[in-house]
């Protein structure tokens, strides 16, 4: 087995315990009940065993998935592609594989300036022994909720702030992330299914027609799907509709 260069080691493993910070404070967060503020172990990555680093690495990999849908673009970009397949009736065409890494791409596309901010701000200093894991955390989280706060309805927010039976907040710093979370993803739904319902008008028309004229001439038993999915496929090939829903889907967030 080739053995890695400490260096680059070491970086692994430093940004591995900054994850690891950022989801545990997450989760604890997540208790509405006010606590003292959480003093975190100061932890060297030189200090730890293999077995424990690889016990990091794992849980952060099986972490990873649930943090990058629900504070990110993702949900709206996936949801939209689904409806793109839905409506065009193809099946498994695309395959759900090409759709999430389509997705997973886009998703860093419009994220990259907000994943910048984290690593100028937080990150790298981290790395430098600049600030303390608590300091990174509150950095990092910064930006990412600047991004869900943008795209996120009030009526959403109040939504859960009112539920949750906190402190009117007197601005966006009152409130907590485990608010602003769930909030932030029921709007990206709302959104993605005003997105997605636009889409299915031109080809439910198409679909409509198609059942109109097959009726018309008496063939009962020919099933219009059939008849119509060619008809779906070439009009989205004309009008470039990648091309539309992409810009769009980006557009959309600005």
């Given amino acids: 087995m080739t053995t890695m260069d400490k260096p680059a080691i070491t970086f692994t493993y430093r940004f591995v315990l900054v994850l690891i910070l950022v989801m545990m404070m997450t989760v604890l967060a997540v208790s509405p009940v006010a606590a003292a503020p959480l003093q975190m172990p100061d932890i060297n990555p030189e200090n730890l065993s293999t077995a424990l680093q690889l016990v990091i690495l794992l849980t952060v990999l099986a972490l990873a998935p649930a943090i990058l849908i629900m504070v990110t673009s993702f949900i709206r970009i996936i949801v939209v592609l689904g409806f793109i397949r839905t409506s065009l009736a193809t099946?498994?065409?695309?395959?759900?594989?090409?759709?999430?890494?389509?997705?997973?791409?886009?998703?860093?596309?419009?994220?990259a300036p907000t994943f910048q901010e984290v690593?100028?701000?937080?990150?790298?200093?981290?790395l430098k022994g600049e600030i303390t894991q608590g300091s990174a955390f509150q950095k990092g989280m910064q930006p990412i909720r600047e991004f869900m706060f943008k795209q996120t309805r009030e009526k959403d927010l109040a939504l859960f702030v009112k539920m949750s039976e906190m402190k009117r907040p007197r601005n966006f710093d009152d409130i907590p992330n485990y608010v602003l979370i769930p909030s932030f993803v029921i709007s990206e739904l709302k959104t993605a299914f005003q997105i997605g319902f636009v889409i299915f008008v031109p080809f439910l028309v198409i679909d409509m027609v198609v059942a109109s004229a097959l009726m018309s001439m008496g063939m009962m038993m020919?099933?219009?799907?059939?008849?119509?999915?060619?008809?779906?496929?070439?009009?989205?090939?004309?009008?470039?509709?990648?091309?539309?829903?992409?810009q769009s889907l980006i557009l959309s967030f600005k």
């Fill in 91 to 111: 099946q498994q065409m695309p395959p759900n594989q090409v759709l999430i890494g389509l997705a997973l791409f886009l998703t860093f596309f419009v994220m």
């Fill in 119 to 126: 690593n100028h701000q937080a990150l790298q200093p981290y």
């Fill in 222 to 246: 020919l099933p219009p799907m059939m008849i119509s999915l060619p008809f779906k496929i070439l009009l989205f090939v004309l009008v470039d509709g990648w091309n539309l829903v992409i």
